[in-house]
Structures are given as structure tokens and as C-alpha cells.
């Protein structure tokens, strides 16, 4: 059985406005780069992490040895959650 033109096109127009009901009746864009701008820019190392770390009895110089996950994992999860914290406050 062969379709006319005007057939194919109510199909595809019928599935294309099923499919944008199914997506909750919008159409999505593709994503913006521009939300991952600062990716990168704010990392746990360094004099940061000494900072941090010295709050908890501890040194930067621990995650130069990757056994911190065994040895100092506690450590390290505080300080990073301090450090956190802190950033919170200062984009707020």
C-alpha cells in the first residue's frame, strides 16, 4: 500500500505532537555551556586544603599519599565540608 504525501505528513505531524506531550508539552533547546563557565575553578588543594585541614590537626602534605582515602578519609570529609561551608556563605 503506498501513502500520499499529505498522508506521511499528518503522520509525522500526529507523532511529533505526541512526542512533545509526552516531554510534558514543551520542546527542549539544546544546553547552554555558559552554566559550567566556573567548572574548575574552585578545587580542594593546595593552600586551600592546608588551611582547611590544619583546622582538623591535620596538613595539605596528607593528600599527596592517595592511602588518604584509608587512613584520613574522615580528615579530609570535614575539612572539605568546612570548606564548603564557607564557600556557601560567601556567594549568598
Given at each position: ?8 505528513r ?22 547552554s ?32 599519599d ?17 570548606w ?6 560567601q556567594?549568598?
Amino acid at each position: 500500500m503506498l501513502a500520499s504525501t499529505a498522508a506521511v505528513r499528518r503522520i509525522v505531524q500526529r507523532e511529533a505532537a505526541r512526542a512533545t506531550a509526552l516531554v510534558g508539552g514543551t520542546t527542549h533547546a539544546f544546553a547552554s555551556l555558559d552554566a559550567y563557565a566556573d567548572y574548575g575553578k574552585h578545587l580542594f588543594t593546595g593552600k586551600v586544603a592546608d588551611e582547611y585541614l590544619k583546622k582538623h590537626g591535620s596538613s595539605g602534605d596528607i593528600l599527596k599519599d592517595p592511602s588518604w582515602v584509608n587512613n584520613h578519609a574522615d580528615t579530609v570529609a570535614n575539612a572539605v565540608f568546612d570548606w564548603y561551608v564557607y564557600f556557601l556563605n560567601q556567594i549568598n
